[in-house]
């Protein structure tokens, strides 16, 4: 009966636990975001997949939610050391917040989407394991944003990062002016920012934007690679570091 599946209801994944109250009213609808566990040799690494190919991997409040459901059900996961994100669209990794959806919100529901992509980039930068960043494509705005708050970064050839708010006459607002001079320096962050310039992935890792430049399509097996390389080292000292 109902009351004997609650038991197991609430002992499992703690995905579900965060994940169910949005599931009630989602589930017709694909999933914006998703959070899968690897199993086997790869026991220990999550992989956090961007799937909104309509619109680019532009961050709406559904996918935000989705995604701030996954870091969550990080956090507790005893067993878990590498959480890789990565993009299930072609050619982006993510093309930052939904200006579309943003321009038909009220004044009070934009600064509370704001207000909850930065406390999900910083819960993606405060989780105790390690974090990678997978880009494939283009990362501009949040989305590069969204790198930033990742402990490393892994870009293929073709991606393209950048922070062009200014030229939108908005500033990069979940945290990019903070965590891009504290990565690259702040002379050079506010040169991107106040130009508004994408650069490649070969310019990004001669600044120390990104840690390695991997051939096209070649990004998530070497963000694998860099995951498998972690997951034997000491789990309280990686968390420690």
Known sequence: GHTNALPRILSSDMLLRFASRRLLSTHVAPHEATLAFLEGTDTGIAVLTMQRAAARNAISRRMLNEMSDAIDACRFQRTLRVLIVRSAVEGVFCAGADLKER?????EETAAFVYQLR??????????????ACIEGT??????????????RVAASSALLGLPETSLAIIPGAGGTQRLPRLIGASRAKELIFTARRIDANVAAGIGLVNRVVERGEAYASSLELAREILPQGPIAVRAA
């Open 103 to 107: 321009a038909a919100m009220t004044q």
């Open 119 to 132: 406390n999900t980039f910083s819960a993606l930068e405060t989780l105790p394991v390690a974090t990678i």
């Open 139 to 152: 990362a501009v705005g949040g989305g590069l944003e969204l790198a930033l708050a990742c402990d490393m």
